[in-house]
């Protein structure tokens, strides 16, 4: 079974370009989770889809960043313009819905660097 | 609200000695509790997780975890450290009322030596 996917693995940008995040979940997983790590700090929750539907997204920082999940399968998260303090990596996890929700599959990551 | 501490943000031990990475957690009910595992350039991958069953908690690769709600705590342990769990490690928290969205704590990476 293939797990959950990332891409790019690896992004450096210019301050005020656009970059595009991708995720695809282990297959017949609702739930998709974003989570980013600045460097030096602890995982911090993003959004949560229920397959297309945003969950919860308390934790988006701004308005530069957009996440979707057309058809409730992979997930985009964009972020438009990029600033120096987006810099981090960036995770996606899945999960089964109901009790196993709890039991969250990660992907390896995309280090976005702007600069 | 929910929040973990990991105590020390590096840890290192001698393979063969005893593997225990501290965390404690805040939590207003009763919480869901993981370790998670990453190697370099890997995802994050579930150690073991506590929901509420039995407090002792056993994982891959031989690390086990002990939920004390009396001291808000979830360590993890490892009886013998190989070579091979050098890697850095999470604890986090969950609850029933805050969805299912997972809060970290910094992290620890664990150094061993031969």
């Known amino acids: 079974e293939a797990g959950v996917t990332q891409f790019p693995s690896h992004s450096v940008i210019e301050k005020g370009q656009t970059v595009t995040l991708r995720c695809d979940p282990i297959?017949?997983?609702?739930?998709l989770y974003w989570y980013r790590r600045v460097m030096g700090k602890e995982i911090k929750f993003l959004l949560h889809?229920?397959?297309?539907?945003?969950?919860?997204e308390s934790g988006m920082p701004n308005n530069r960043f957009l996440a979707e999940r057309t058809g409730g399968t992979y997930s985009t998260l964009k972020v438009q313009p990029a600033e120096l303090e987006d810099s981090g990596v960036y995770f996606c996890?899945?999960?089964?819905?109901?009790?196993?929700?709890?039991?969250?599959?990660f992907g390896p990551g995309t280090r976005l660097t702007v600069t | 609200a929910q929040s973990v501490t990991q105590l020390g943000s590096h840890v290192s031990v001698s393979e063969g000695a005893l593997v225990l990475l501290r965390c404690n957690y805040s939590?207003?009910?009763?919480?869901?509790l993981f370790w998670y595992v990453q190697y370099p350039n890997q995802g994050l991958q579930l150690l073991l997780k506590?929901?509420?069953?039995?407090?002792l908690v056993k994982g891959i690769n031989g690390f086990e975890a002990e939920f004390k709600k009396s001291e808000t705590s979830f360590h993890l342990t490892k009886p013998s450290a190989h070579m091979s769990d050098a890697a850095e490690y999470f604890c986090?928290?969950?609850?029933?009322?805050?969805?299912?969205?997972?809060?970290f704590g910094e992290g620890t990476q664990l150094t061993v030596n031969p």
């Open positions: 939590s207003s009910v009763p919480p869901y």
């Open positions: 889809f229920v397959k297309e539907s945003k969950q919860d």
């Open positions: 986090a928290v969950s609850e029933e009322t805050s969805g299912s969205r997972l809060t």
């Open positions: 506590y929901t509420s069953a039995a407090t």
């Open positions: 996890a899945s999960s089964q819905l109901g009790r196993s929700s709890y039991e969250q599959y």
């Open positions: 297959s017949g997983h609702d739930n």
